[in-house]
């Protein structure tokens, strides 16, 4: 069948999802209901949607204009009056009392997907009341304040305990960003956009920008709004990114073939959902790919505006083919043939995707809305996008954490006393040197906090070996020194980390026996130094001498490892292993902060690779 030979049941689909807002949605609050399931709270993102949802259903006939506007006002006025927090909403939201429901987050992407709706509202209503809420409302969302002080935008805050999580890694929350920098009042620095890391690897045959837990969602949510069709930005195309985590979803599901009987069927969808068990986020490769053969329909009329030679006709097999996952708002939320499982429920805003993103293949009337709105036009120009196609990411995407480092320790004269005082080793010009810095975003591991300069956090380490130790030493910069833990905890705190793997497969931490890491706190309120062993060891080592001494602004550290702690390494064995070196901190808001020498997380996901160590007899 032809594309257009797909209308009607284009039509149908549409029709169907957006009877949900309709429904679901209460009249005299414009409330929606997150879930068909009982007792289901409304959520800011599920309003978000519901509000683009009118436009669609304005244009389509199915609501007149003067219905569409009433309720689109009432819900803008309702927000107006929610409980908010710099002027971000809570997620889960209370039906009955407009109040923040069980203990709920501000979160930021749901404030965005919010506020998307409200500017798509607004602009087709534009010279109303709802245009003017709708722009009060995207004012008074204080972006500034969410940065925390940082770079990155975080995840979610709650009265109870503060900020949690960073949006630091490509993901929908690239839909935040834009808006972000495109704020009328509280608009965050352009350089932010460089701020989030843009891992890239491969699968089957196609090099892309990926999300950690491969959901395909994650590409797809922003551009429900985001027009990025034929515009790129100094990393990617993230239309054409989109374009390749389709089709890798698709071949994922078709090369697990053998092992399920969904993907038998040639279903694909590997996305956030409902499952027998709950709700996962199931994903593909590249990322992590969490499976078991619960396929997620939206997640592929998700992507008709992206590969519509054959999303729309898998999605209308499905439909065809699995009659109880069919209800009255068309398919339900997820499937899985191999347990004959079908979830008897919606969620809102995986109805909202179908909705707007087949609308936009169809018509583009979301995109047109929404992307002529100043501000949103405005953070499109801040994040550098100019127009045309680009087929790869830039070489940009994966510079943090100068993966790819070598080291070359040579032979010492005579073993060093190890006593925490490396005067000697800061003179020594036989001594390999590691410094540890963000100057020119290097030495940043992926996820792992915001440093503002190296008094905050840096490093210098010295390395040496005798034949039959290996010798390291090193001043820590380190502002806010912090150890509450012990043992195999150790790590959450201030301390030196370091990485071998002596067969240079990737460091698996826990699952490889050629990985070890050791780790050492500085001595802090009245504790002494202490030293963890993960990997092979499991326990605090017993044969590395160390020492750890306070220094200004920070400590020093010196230790001697017996290449016999280290299976499989040392001069007659393996005299080439990958290596490195990490500090880790925290910040005056007890937030995790790491510096790693030589690391590559991204090209490999759940697998990290670190420089080379070598030994010389020089």
Same mark, same amino acid.
């Given at each position: 069948?032809?594309?257009?030979?797909?209308?009607?049941?284009?039509?149908?689909?549409?029709?169907q999802?957006?009877?949900?807002?309709?429904?679901?949605?209460?009249?005299?609050?414009?409330?929606?209901?997150?879930?068909?399931?009982?007792?289901?709270?409304?959520?800011?993102?599920?309003?978000?949607?519901?509000?683009?949802?009118?436009?669609?259903?304005s244009?389509?006939?199915?609501?007149?204009?003067?219905?569409?506007?009433?309720?689109?006002? @009432?819900?803008?006025?309702?927000?107006?009056?929610?409980?908010?927090?710099?002027?971000?909403?809570?997620?889960?939201?209370?039906?009955?009392?407009?109040?923040?429901?069980?203990?709920?987050?501000?979160?930021?992407?749901?404030?965005?997907? /919010?506020?998307?709706?409200?500017?798509?509202?607004?602009?087709?209503?534009?010279?109303?009341?709802?245009e003017?809420i709708?722009?009060?409302?995207?004012?008074?969302?204080?972006?500034?304040?969410?940065?925390?002080?940082?770079?990155?935008?975080?995840?979610?805050? @709650?009265?109870?305990?503060?900020?949690?999580?960073?949006?630091?890694?490509?993901?929908?929350?690239?839909?935040?960003?834009?808006?972000?920098?495109?704020?009328?009042?509280?608009?965050? #620095?352009?350089?932010?956009?460089?701020?989030?890391?843009?891992?890239v690897?491969?699968?089957?045959?196609?090099?892309?920008?990926?999300?950690?837990? &491969?959901?395909?969602?994650?590409?797809? /949510?922003?551009?429900?709004?985001?027009?990025?069709?034929?515009?790129?930005?100094?990393?990617?195309?993230?239309?054409?990114?989109?374009?390749?985590?389709?089709?890798?979803? !698709?071949?994922?599901?078709?090369?697990?073939? &053998?092992?399920?009987?969904?993907?038998?069927?040639?279903?694909?969808?590997?996305?956030?959902?409902?499952?027998?068990?709950?709700?996962? =986020?199931?994903?593909?490769?590249?990322?992590?790919?969490?499976?078991?053969?619960?396929?997620?329909?939206?997640?592929?009329?998700?992507?008709?505006?992206?590969?519509?030679? /054959?999303?729309?006709?898998?999605?209308?097999?499905?439909?065809? @083919?699995v #009659?109880?996952?069919?209800?009255?708002?068309?398919?339900?939320?997820?499937?899985?043939? &191999?347990?004959?499982?079908?979830?008897?429920?919606?969620?809102?805003?995986?109805?909202?995707?179908?909705?707007?993103?087949?609308?936009?293949?169809?018509?583009?009337?979301?995109?047109?809305?929404?992307?002529?709105?100043?501000?949103v036009?405005?953070?499109i120009?801040?994040?550098?996008?100019?127009?045309?196609?680009?087929?790869?990411?830039?070489?940009?995407?994966?510079?943090?954490?100068?993966?790819g480092?070598?080291?070359?320790?040579?032979?010492?004269?005579? #073993?060093?006393?190890?006593?925490?005082?490396?005067?000697?080793?800061?003179?020594d010009?036989?001594?390999?040197?590691?410094?540890?810095?963000?100057?020119?975003?290097r030495?940043?591991?992926?996820?792992? &906090?915001?440093?503002?300069?190296?008094?905050?956090?840096?490093?210098?380490?010295?390395?040496?070996?005798?034949?039959?130790?290996?010798?390291? *030493?090193?001043?820590?910069?380190?502002?806010?020194?912090?150890?509450?833990?012990?043992?195999?905890?150790?790590? !959450?705190?201030?301390?030196?980390?370091?990485?071998?793997?002596?067969?240079?497969?990737?460091?698996?931490?826990?699952? =490889?026996?050629?990985?070890?890491?050791?780790?050492?706190?500085p001595?802090?309120?009245?504790?002494?130094?202490?030293?963890?062993?993960?990997?092979?060891?499991?326990k *605090?080592?017993?044969?590395?001498?160390?020492?750890?001494?306070?220094?200004?602004?920070?400590?020093?550290?010196?230790?001697?490892?017996?290449?016999?702690?280290?299976?499989?390494?040392? #001069?007659?064995?393996?005299?080439?292993?990958?290596?490195?070196?990490?500090?880790?901190? @925290?910040?005056?808001?007890?937030?995790?902060?790491?510096?790693?020498?030589?690391?590559?997380?991204?090209?490999?996901?759940?697998?990290?690779? /670190?420089?080379?160590?070598?030994?010389?007899?020089?």
């Open positions: 069948m032809h594309a257009a030979e797909f209308d009607e049941f284009l039509d149908k689909v549409e029709r999802a957006f009877d949900y807002f309709m429904n679901e949605t209460f009249a005299n609050t414009g409330l929606t209901l997150n879930t068909t399931e009982e007792c289901a709270p409304a959520t800011n993102a599920a309003s978000g949607f519901m509000l683009s949802a009118l436009v669609i259903g244009e389509r006939g199915w609501i007149t204009r003067e219905e569409a506007y009433s309720l689109a006002l @009432k819900t803008l006025r309702t927000f107006r009056e929610l409980e908010e927090t710099e002027g971000f909403t809570y997620h889960y939201i209370n039906v009955r009392n407009c109040s923040r429901m069980w203990s709920s987050e501000v979160s930021c992407i749901d404030t965005a997907i /919010f506020l998307a709706g409200a500017i798509t509202a607004g602009e087709y209503f534009k010279g109303t009341e709802v003017s709708a722009d009060e409302l995207y004012r008074q969302t204080n972006w500034q304040w969410f940065l925390d002080g940082e770079k990155t935008l975080q995840m979610s805050w @709650k009265p109870e305990k503060g900020f949690s999580g960073r949006i630091d890694s490509f993901s929908e929350g690239i839909l935040c960003y834009i808006l972000a920098m495109g704020s009328p009042a509280y608009a965050i #620095p352009p350089d932010c956009w460089d701020s989030f890391v843009r891992p690897s491969a699968y089957g045959g196609s090099r892309m920008i990926y999300v950690a837990d &491969g959901s395909l969602f994650q590409y797809l /949510f922003p551009l429900a709004w985001l027009d990025l069709r034929g515009k790129h930005d100094k990393y990617a195309d993230y239309w054409q990114n989109a374009v390749k985590a389709v089709r890798a979803n !698709k071949r994922f599901c078709r090369d697990k073939a &053998g092992s399920n009987m969904s993907y038998q069927e040639g279903y694909w969808g590997l996305s956030a959902s409902f499952f027998q068990g709950g709700y996962r =986020n199931f994903g593909a490769k590249p990322g992590r790919n969490f499976h078991d053969g619960t396929i997620a329909p939206y997640a592929v009329a998700g992507s008709i505006p992206l590969a519509p030679d /054959f999303a729309i006709a898998d999605y209308k097999y499905m439909y065809d @083919k #009659p109880n996952a069919l209800g009255k708002y068309g398919l339900t939320d997820a499937f899985n043939i &191999g347990q004959r499982w079908a979830s008897p429920h919606y969620i809102s805003i995986d109805q909202g995707l179908t909705l707007l993103m087949i609308e936009n293949y169809r018509s583009g009337l979301i995109w047109q809305y929404f992307m002529r709105n100043k501000h036009e405005k953070g120009a801040l994040a550098g996008f100019k127009p045309g196609w680009q087929g790869e990411p830039s070489g940009l995407c994966t510079t943090s954490g100068n993966p480092d070598k080291v070359v320790v040579k032979k010492i004269a005579l #073993p060093k006393k190890i006593d925490g005082d490396i005067a000697e080793w800061e003179t010009p036989a001594a390999a040197r590691i410094v540890l810095t963000t100057k020119d975003n030495n940043v591991e992926m996820t792992v &906090g915001y440093v503002r300069d190296d008094n905050e956090l840096s490093g210098a380490f010295y390395l040496g070996h005798d034949g039959r130790n290996l010798y390291i *030493a090193g001043r820590v910069k380190d502002d806010n020194i912090v150890v509450s833990h012990t043992g195999g905890n150790i790590y !959450k705190d201030s301390c030196v980390e370091l990485y071998f793997d002596t067969n240079k497969d990737g460091f698996y931490f826990d699952r =490889n026996p050629g990985d070890y890491q050791f780790g050492f706190t001595p802090a309120s009245g504790n002494a130094p202490q030293a963890w062993a993960w990997g092979n060891i499991q *605090a080592p017993d044969n590395i001498t160390y020492a750890l001494k306070p220094a200004d602004g920070g400590y020093t550290i010196e230790a001697r490892i017996p290449f016999e702690a280290v299976k499989g390494f040392g #001069p007659g064995k393996n005299r080439e292993i990958a290596f490195s070196v990490s500090i880790h901190g @925290k910040n005056k808001n007890n937030k995790s902060r790491k510096l790693n020498w030589s690391i590559d997380a991204f090209s490999e996901p759940e697998k990290i690779r /670190f420089g080379t160590l070598e030994l010389s007899n020089e």
